[in-house]
């Protein structure tokens, strides 16, 4: 009798494993879904006015180089113009506006091609239309993701800015999921971000905040050819009791509203179940953090 229940017990744990399971992977493509669709509507909304403004800029570049030309051909022929253009060259300060026109069209392209880039980025972001494993640079999804947290690693009037060291390896193009491997960047660098900012505010931690980026080459078991990618933070570390729960489904460690408990457990999901690769923890509490993500470079083909 005594087995029976025991062996009852047993089978109510693992189906309520499965169903966390379940529940938490019917969470993840739905939320893959909608922020996939969202952001890439976001990236072609915004595109649309951005070309405008892009091809239209050039032109207005020219045309305002052409009317300095000739504003200038104008102040060599009549060099004693009326008091009533020298009262209104002095109001509007003529002489800054020639030197400064130039420059402020030339800001005004910088920031174009920003936004054009930021628009890029959103959708490899996306990478709606990669649903399927195709060989991708991994170190342009890392630097698509960075791109879409800059404004959590600027220094704010608050907090200093994150310092951020990249060390990238020469590495092939990967078979992979680029959207939801993606992801995993994006719900690791963020939880990096937030143990800092958690950690300047409670410890008045006076070291520079940094996160490091290294990626290479690999290799997983039975000879399979992988590359790594190690995400380090110098924040506060994970304490010892609490690093075996983290990639758990529903466990968080954040404030209520701060955190769903999904991030790590979704990423573990996509690298080990989705990649057959590896994704784990090391973490020294008072030094640090560092996630390791592990993936084949090219998939093997079940039969």
Not at 87 to 109: G, Q, V
Not at 153 to 159: D, F, Q
């Amino acid at each position: 009798m005594h087995n029976q229940t025991k062996e009852q017990t047993q089978k109510l744990t693992q189906a309520l494993h499965d169903l966390k399971q379940t529940q938490t992977q019917l969470i993840q493509t739905e939320k893959m879904s909608s922020l996939g669709q969202l952001v890439a509507g976001i990236a072609h909304e915004i595109n649309n006015p951005v070309n405008f403004i892009y091809g239209n800029i050039n032109h207005v570049n020219d045309y305002a180089e052409d009317l300095l030309s000739i504003l200038d051909l104008y102040l060599h022929t009549a060099p004693n113009p009326s008091p009533e253009i020298r009262d209104r060259a002095l109001e509007i300060d003529l002489e800054f506006l020639i030197e400064d026109l130039p420059k402020t069209l030339s800001s005004m392209k910088i920031g174009i091609d920003r936004i054009r880039q930021i628009v890029l980025s959103l959708r490899n972001f996306s990478r709606l239309d990669q649903a399927e494993m195709k060989p991708v640079n991994i170190h342009e999804g890392i630097d698509s993701t960075l791109l879409i947290l800059q404004h959590r690693l600027k220094a704010k009037p608050e907090s200093p800015a994150i310092k951020l060291v990249k060390e990238y390896s020469n590495l092939p193009l990967v078979e992979c999921y680029a959207g939801p491997l993606n992801q995993v960047f994006m719900n690791v660098l963020s939880n990096a971000i937030d143990a800092l900012e958690d950690y300047r505010e409670s410890q008045s931690n006076l070291d520079t905040d940094q996160i490091t980026i290294c990626t290479a080459l690999g290799e997983l078991e039975g000879n399979v050819k992988s590359v790594v990618i190690r995400i380090k933070d110098n924040g506060p570390g994970i304490p010892e009791a609490l690093k075996a729960r983290i990639c758990d489904p529903f466990f968080t460690t954040k404030p209520v509203g701060k955190g769903t408990g999904l991030g790590l457990s979704i990423s573990y999901q996509i690298v080990v179940d989705k990649h057959g690769g590896v994704f784990k923890c090391d973490s020294v509490p008072g030094l640090g953090t560092e996630f390791w993500i592990e993936i084949p470079i090219k998939q093997i083909t079940k039969s």
